[in-house]
């Protein structure tokens, strides 16, 4: 018996060490990559690192309101909360693909009222009777991942859970910002409206002028309603800046994820303007290191990779280890007794012969993944060192702007004030002075435009250099910024 035994175990053997033989030279096709990374030495990123950026540097304005709405947002952004929950089901992915290596076990069990064949390998008085037919058997398998599937999809399980954590410090990085940026432009509309408000008094007073030289017939009436058209332009400007507040008031509550009920609390912003940001004044050479999204495209392509990687193994054998124990039974009465326990080990092959090219296509599938992956990266580092280097020459002109605007506007003062005078004197008519009035607007217009776009750029240089994200690597030091 034992002699019997041990030659049907070496045919077995001999059988299933056949199949390997013969899987280990499956014909793959040659599909490769079409698609190269971008090669870091032909961007031009020769200047030093960039200096560390504090998390919240926000808080470089001075403005307690800007804090108390950062943190709120970071707490109930809608759009950060969605970019967590990505994490937690990369996660999730991550420990499933990780459950699919390890051993399974389960219980299976079940009860049958058959009526079993005359002519089958069950003999009469079962064969030809109705009988109730029941197993209770506790099953085992274990994939050995011989080819190394398995182990390709946990690491692009890993590396897609990586890019989630770098999706949501993207997130992170640009919805902080966006409320800067948003918190500018609420500052900026209270401006204009500081602007049109004492462009309403200066039109009032013009009015008052031309009525009373009108009335000494020294103007006509040409000049009266000349003087009340740019008086009701005024007011119109008024109220549209009294809308524009209002807007960046919803679109700051909405960033916070709250409703009506925050905007009264939102008033007027009061940042310091030349609040000291560690900026860089060349592309700094570890950009692509800082980025998040960069980092994102980068483990999307790893992903991609190892995901290939596992459609190439698809082409062999799937071998498994399968085992069980249990109660197999004709008779209800019989099931649970020792004459109907049973038990088997062994392994399992699953190699298909014909699948109508199915593997064929899911592997071109994933080698095209992976070239989509690529390009999408160097897509990524492309558009990053065009908006880095276009923020730092934004910074740059709108600077060298700032006191321009002011010498313009200090001068397009002055001559107000003299046309006025001349006017008021009865030594110049009404349209030097109007032009005049109309240059101090312009000028005080730029003056507050060119500030406000001076710290927004500088705001828009400090995120495209990846701001003050940096590369944790786990999804728990995210987590804790929520």
């Known amino acids: 018996m034992k002699s ?27 599909t490769e990559p079409q698609v190269k990374e971008i090669a870091p030495e032909s961007l031009g990123l020769s200047g030093p690192p960039m200096a560390s950026v504090p998390d919240e540097w926000w808080k470089g304005f001075n403005d307690p309101q800007i804090d108390r709405l950062a943190v709120a947002m970071l707490r109930g952004n809608p759009t950060l909360a969605a970019a967590l929950a990505r994490i937690r089901a990369a996660q999730a992915e991550v420990s499933s693909e990780q459950a699919a290596d390890r051993p399974q076990a389960a ?36 994939n050995l ?44 509309a209270y401006q204009n409206g500081d602007i049109a408000d004492a462009t309403v008094a200066e039109r009032e007073t013009i009015l008052k002028l031309t009525q009373g030289r009108y009335e000494s017939g020294l103007e006509n009436a040409a000049a009266v309603e ?25 679109a700051i509550a909405a960033l916070v994820g709250e409703g009506a009920a925050a905007y ?13 940001l560690s900026l860089p004044r060349t592309l700094p050479a570890d950009l692509l290191a800082r980025r998040p999204d960069i980092l994102a495209a980068r483990a999307r392509v790893a992903a991609a990779a190892k995901g290939r990687e596992a459609a190439h ?12 124990i249990g109660f197999q039974a004709i008779g209800l009465s019989n099931l649970i007794s020792g004459d109907a326990f049973t038990t088997g080990i062994g392994p399992a092959l699953h190699l298909p012969i014909f699948d109508a090219g199915k593997i064929r296509a899911g592997y071109a599938g994933a080698t095209a993944g992976l070239d989509v992956a690529v390009a999408d990266y160097n897509g990524a580092v492309v558009n990053a060192i065009r908006q880095t280097a276009d923020a730092m020459t934004q910074v740059a002109s709108l600077e060298a702007r700032r006191g ?27 349209l030097p002075m109007l032009s005049a009035e109309a240059g101090v607007l312009q000028a005080r217009q730029q003056a507050a435009g060119i500030a406000a776009d001076a710290t927004a750029q500088r705001v828009t240089l400090l995120l495209a250099a990846g701001g003050a994200f940096h590369d944790t690597g786990r999804q728990a030091d995210i987590a804790k910024q929520d």
């Not at 175990?9 to 793959?28: E, G, M």
């Not at 182990?151 to 910002?177: E, F």
């Not at 009264?264 to 000291?276: E, K, S």
């Open 4 to 30: 019997c035994l041990s030659r049907n175990t070496l045919k077995i053997l001999a059988a299933f060490t056949a199949a390997l033989l013969l899987t280990a030279c499956v014909d793959t096709p040659p």
């Open 107 to 142: 219980l299976d069990g079940s009860e049958q009222r058959i009526l079993f064949s005359k002519d089958y390998i069950i003999p009469p008085p079962y064969g030809g009777s109705w009988r109730w037919y029941g197993q209770l058997t506790a099953n085992f398998t274990w």
């Open 145 to 188: 991942d011989f080819w190394g599937k398995q182990a390709a999809l946990i690491a692009k399980a890993r590396d897609t859970a990586q890019a989630a954590v770098y999706d949501a410090a993207a997130a992170r990085l640009a919805l902080s910002g966006a409320l800067a940026q948003t918190y500018i432009n609420l500052m900026l």
């Open 226 to 250: 000349q003087a009340k058209t740019l008086l009701a332009q005024a007011k119109i400007d008024r109220m549209r800046f009294a809308a524009q507040r209002e807007l960046d008031v919803h």
């Open 264 to 276: 009264p609390t939102i008033v007027r912003p009061t940042p310091a303007l030349d609040a000291a």
């Open 313 to 324: 193994a698809a082409f062999y054998p799937d071998i498994n280890l399968t085992a069980l």
């Open 404 to 430: 321009e605007a002011r010498d313009a506007l200090d001068s397009a003062t002055r001559a107000f004030d003299l046309a006025q005078d001349r006017y008021r004197l009865g030594l110049a008519n009404q």
